[in-house]
T-cell receptor, first 117, second 110 residues
Framework: KAGVTQTPRYLIKTRGQQVTLSCSPI?????VSWYQQTPGQGLQFLFE???????NKGNFPGRFSGRQFSNSRSEMNVSTLELGDSALYLC????????????????FGEGSRLTVL | DAKTTQPPSMDCAEGRAANLPCNHS???????VYWYRQIHSQGPQYIIH???NNETNEMASLIITEDRKSSTLILPHATLRDTAVYYC???????????FGGGTRVLVKP
């Protein structure tokens, strides 16, 4: 079974630009979460999508957005990039349920490392 | 979700057991203890989780105290490939996110 795939693995952008990152979850997984990892703030939750709906969001500005497609693949977008957006962006998937019990066992991808100059 | 406290770093000798402590004194009855690790430049990897009882799998053992206010992750025979940052996380079963703290940076030495 293929793992979580994130593309691109590395990218360099300049301030003011926008970026789109892609995540393909494990086959059959309907929940996709995004995390940002920086040396200063550690791993921080961005948002989670389930069945094309965002059902939880972290404390990030509106420049950070995402979406999920009917095949569970997800993208996240960051507009008007700032130097502080330089980070490792991690995607994680799990089977997910529509409510009630959700496992905390997430399967993470290798991440997309974004550098903003 | 309840907060966790872990030592920032620890060393371990190769071949010996590594015991990683975690304090979660405000844990609620419906919250689980999860452990992840992150090897340099990779995504976090799930290790093990538990609610009340001790748990063991092929990677590690998890010992949870009777009052559930603390736990210990045990790597029975540490190898150099176990060098990583280990995160202890309290997770509510109906929750949708993991809250990562600073973790413990474990260095396994030959």
């Amino acid at each position: 079974k293929a793992g979580v795939t994130q593309t691109p693995r590395y990218l360099i952008k300049t301030r003011g630009q926008q970026v789109t990152l892609s995540c393909s979850p494990i086959s059959g997984h309907r929940s996709v979460s995004w995390y940002q990892q920086t040396p200063g703030q550690g791993l921080q939750f961005l948002f989670e999508y389930f069945s094309e709906t965002q059902r939880n969001k972290g404390n990030f500005p509106g420049r950070f957005s995402g979406r999920q497609f009917s095949n569970s693949r997800s993208e996240m977008n960051v507009s008007t990039l700032e130097l502080g957006d330089s980070a490792l962006y991690l995607c994680a998937s799990r089977p997910g349920t529509s409510g009630g019990y959700n496992t905390g066992e997430l399967f993470f991808g290798e991440g997309s490392r974004l550098t903003v100059l | 979700d309840a907060k966790t406290t872990q030592p920032p770093s620890m060393d371990c000798a190769e071949g010996r057991a590594a015991n990683l402590p975690c304090n979660h004194s405000t844990i609620s009855g419906n919250e689980y203890v999860y452990w992840y690790r992150q090897i340099h430049s990779q995504g976090p990897q799930y290790i093990i989780h538990g609610l009340k009882n001790n748990e063991t799998n092929e990677m590690a053992s998890l010992i949870i105290t009777e009052d559930r206010k603390s736990s210990t992750l045990i790597l029975p025979h540490a190898t150099l490939r176990d060098t990583a940052v280990y995160y202890c996380i309290v997770f509510r079963a109906a929750g949708n996110k993991l809250t990562f703290g600073g973790g413990t940076r474990v260095l396994v030495k030959p």
